[in-house]
């Protein structure tokens, strides 16, 4: 199989049972995306396939042959950490960070597609990502914050 | 670590090629689209296929559209393709309302509107919708393509009147102009299953009297995930709370429901029929009875 992790294309010869999450720890070693519940409950596993993001707990690694996956090691660019991260850094968007990978990937997504989320639409989009430190408050305030940052970096404010 | 047991994988690359796929190895074979009911319950052992036949590059089985009189949902459409769909919404907000509630975003972006009626999971929410909505089933097998109406789908919990060599392609719900509808559901937590729910389509006349209803239920034991005692009663009588009381007081006598971690069956019981009757409220509140 060959998929597009990050930008860079990489050939396996995989077992159809493999997961994707496991791919993208055990073979490709970027444990950024952590491996939580196994059930598709808990989010922790959150990665783009093909721009939307999925839950690869629940997702087989044959299944990304030709597609595109983007992980949390995305995230930062050549000018620093994304935004997202930053704002998960100064409002205290994270304890233990274990869910934090698909918090950022999730929360990512969000602004991409709604620049402006209000707090309602902030928790209906995380509702599928389980914080076990319950640091709900502040992880929609962290994507607030990125939100307000992003607008005046536009200039749109 | 939860990993399915062996298995061979072949990605499909038309229907005709998923069910030659299915022909050659007989019931050990299932179809994958969205995987969010199948591979948990490989991971579990509760099914070991031997075979998988992924069908996500079928983009003929994705879209929702209108024709001929028929709103069409692709088996392939995703359940957030669904919620954005702005014709669904418009002419059955009772999809709409459902597809709020089925687990998650992140889930909703992969799981299958198809896979989860081919689930047949009692407390799965859109077998009680489209059952509801009299929908059309269109299914593509050896012998070419057959529909089965909605009623007759479901044969019991985890089983479908869809073939081992068969797959299901589209579902076709019948357009009402002016009808309502409408899906309520009671959850312990965002993205859980339902306790219960209920969800209607009801058609008005002049007067507000009910000329057609469907009623779907979740998770109450319905193997058919309707009350056909509480459409009977309707049919025919004012859309009022006299009318809608006596309705979910038939929906929760006739329903099954069985005590499990959930809660237990009276209290599920109440739940049929007190969510029968909001979800019939809500439904005739956004129907047209003609005369406005």
Redesign the interface.
């Known amino acids: 199989m060959g998929v597009t992790v990050n930008g860079v294309e990489h050939v396996r010869e995989v077992?159809?049972?493999?997961?994707l999450v496991?791919l993208l720890r055990d073979e490709l070693r970027l444990t950024g995306t952590h491996w939580g519940c196994?059930?598709?409950?808990c989010?922790a596993c959150?990665v783009w396939m093909d721009g939307?993001?999925?839950?690869s707990c629940?997702?087989?690694a044959?299944?990304a042959?030709g597609r595109s996956v983007r992980t949390v090691e995305d995230l930062e660019g050549p000018f620093g950490l994304d935004q997202i991260q930053t704002s998960f850094m100064d409002c205290h968007g994270l304890q233990c960070g274990f869910c934090t990978p698909g918090m950022l990937m999730?929360a990512r997504k969000l602004l991409d597609d709604n620049p402006d989320p209000t707090d309602t639409e902030i928790r209906?989009?995380i509702?599928?990502?389980i914080c076990r430190c319950t640091g709900y408050r502040n992880i929609v305030a962290a994507v607030r914050h990125a939100a307000v940052a992003e607008a005046l970096g536009r200039g749109d404010t | 670590?939860?990993?399915?047991?062996?298995?061979?994988?072949q990605?499909a690359t038309s229907v005709e090629h998923v069910v030659a796929l299915l022909e050659r190895f007989g019931p050990e074979a299932r179809i994958?689209a969205g995987?969010?009911s199948l591979?948990?319950m490989?991971?579990l052992r509760l099914a070991q296929p031997e075979l998988?036949v992924?069908v996500?590059d079928l983009h003929e089985l994705s879209g929702v559209s209108v024709v001929d009189g028929q709103l069409r949902i692709g088996a392939l459409t995703r359940h957030?393709e669904l919620l954005a769909s702005a014709v669904a919404g418009e002419h059955f907000p009772i999809l709409h309302d459902a597809e709020r509630v089925i687990?998650?975003?992140?889930?909703r972006?992969?799981g299958t509107v198809g896979g989860s009626v081919c689930q047949a999971d009692p407390s799965e929410d859109l077998s009680g919708v489209f059952t509801a909505l009299r929908t059309v089933a269109v299914v593509r097998g050896p012998d070419g393509e057959r529909t089965v109406p909605m009623r007759e789908f479901f044969r019991g919990p985890y089983e479908t009147a869809v073939a081992p060599a068969e797959i299901l392609v589209e579902l076709r719900v019948p357009l009402r102009p002016g009808a309502g509808s409408a899906y309520v559901k009671v959850d312990r937590r965002?993205?859980d299953w339902a306790v219960a729910a209920a969800g209607a389509v009801v058609s008005l006349g002049p007067g507000r009297v009910v000329t057609e209803v469907g009623i779907g239920l979740t998770a109450v034991g319905d193997a058919d995930f309707t009350a056909v005692e509480a459409e009977d009663l309707l049919r025919g009588e004012v859309a009022d709370e006299d009318a809608f009381a006596a309705a979910g007081a038939a929906a929760s006598a006739h329903c099954r429901p069985v005590a499990d971690q959930r809660g237990p069956v009276d209290y599920k019981r109440h739940l049929a029929g007190e969510l029968t009757v909001r979800a019939l409220r809500a439904a005739a509140a956004r129907a047209h009875d003609g005369t406005t």
């Open positions: 077992e159809p049972r493999l997961l496991h196994d059930t598709s409950n989010g959150t939307l993001p999925v839950k629940t997702v087989l044959v299944m042959d999730t209906e989009a509702s599928g990502q | 670590m939860q990993v399915p047991a062996f298995f061979e994988y990605r994958v995987g969010h591979i948990p490989m991971k998988l992924d996500n957030a687990a998650d975003p992140v889930v972006n992969r965002a993205g």
